[in-house]
């Protein structure tokens, strides 16, 4: 697919929400349509995002894809990716638990993450560094996103996983500490147990070498595309860790550095 048409990428945004509402997986885009240029998988991700927002859907910030190399191994791709976060699966955390149900879901996984609070728009580059990325940020906080995929398998590339808004599934956070995001984020560890066993581990630098230049990256190339983060944004900057797939009755228990433990409950 060499020159991606409006109501061609209609048609695959319209293909990823039946996926999404009926939770029934779809073959690979790639596959199936020829959907292999990054910036045409955009189109779609970015007619799909502006459906449901026509439809009541309310953007509340970005997420950052494949940042790890772990996560880029386990997934057979090479590069970052972005997707925008609906509020309709942010889940709601209380004394620092959530739960989810596995109905809502696909093929759900799990990953350990800091997230980023915007208090103003980062400098409109071109060059967006960590240290204005970090001006810029209010507070930080610890997260578990919930990557899926409507595309069967996870037998994705590049492309795939774009369209398919990143693999967004959901996401919650933990308190927002204004400490921390002065902290050498780099260098902070996490954690994810699943059950109280460690199922996964990293530092902030495993994030494209540290939290903040993710989000620089995302801030570069969103003003590449003619947009850019907003203040009160809300970015998930990248997994620490290898995903952990999610299992009903599980409880998985994030810790990012010395902040208090967030827990999330799967259940049926």
């Keep these: 697919m060499n020159s991606l048409?409006?109501?061609?990428?209609e048609a695959l945004a319209a293909r990823l929400e039946g996926a999404w509402s009926t939770r029934t997986p779809i073959a690979p885009l790639s596959e199936t349509c020829g959907l292999h240029d990054p910036v045409e998988a955009y189109r779609v991700q970015e007619r799909?995002?502006?459906?449901?927002?026509?439809?009541?859907?309310?953007?509340?910030?970005?997420?950052?894809?494949?940042?790890?190399?772990?996560?880029?191994?386990?997934?057979?791709?090479d590069k970052p990716d972005f997707g925008?976060?609906?509020?309709?699966?942010?889940?709601?955390?209380v004394d620092g638990q959530a739960r989810v149900s596995i109905s809502t879901f696909l093929q759900p996984q799990a990953e350990g993450e800091i997230a980023f609070?915007?208090?103003?728009?980062?400098?409109?580059?071109?060059?967006?560094?960590?240290?204005?990325?970090?001006?810029?940020?209010?507070a930080v906080a610890p997260a578990i996103e919930i990557v899926d995929s409507r595309i069967a398998d996870w037998r994705i590339e590049l492309a795939d996983t774009i369209a398919d808004n990143a693999s967004y599934g959901g996401f919650v956070l933990g308190a927002w500490n204004e400490e921390l995001a002065g902290a050498d984020l780099g260098t902070v560890e996490m954690s994810l147990e699943e059950d109280g066993r460690e199922v996964s581990a990293g530092v902030g630098a495993n994030a494209l070498g540290h939290p903040a230049e993710a989000v620089a990256w995302l801030a570069e190339t969103l003003l590449e595309l003619g947009v850019g983060l907003r203040a009160g944004d809300i970015v998930l900057s990248g997994a620490l860790g290898p995903l952990v797939p999610l299992v009903v009755g599980g409880e998985y228990t994030l810790r990012v550095g010395t902040e208090r433990p967030l827990v999330l409950e799967v259940t049926r």
Excluded at 5 to 9: C, G, K, M, N, Q
């Design 48 to 77: 799909w995002t502006r459906n449901r927002v026509a439809a009541g859907e309310q953007i509340v910030g970005r997420k950052i894809g494949l940042t790890s190399a772990a996560v880029q191994e386990q997934m057979g791709v």
């Design 84 to 93: 925008t976060l609906w509020g309709s699966r942010r889940f709601d955390v």
């Design 5 to 9: 048409t409006d109501s061609a990428a």
């Design 117 to 138: 609070l915007m208090g103003s728009e980062p400098p409109a580059g071109p060059r967006v560094t960590a240290a204005e990325v970090l001006a810029a940020t209010v």
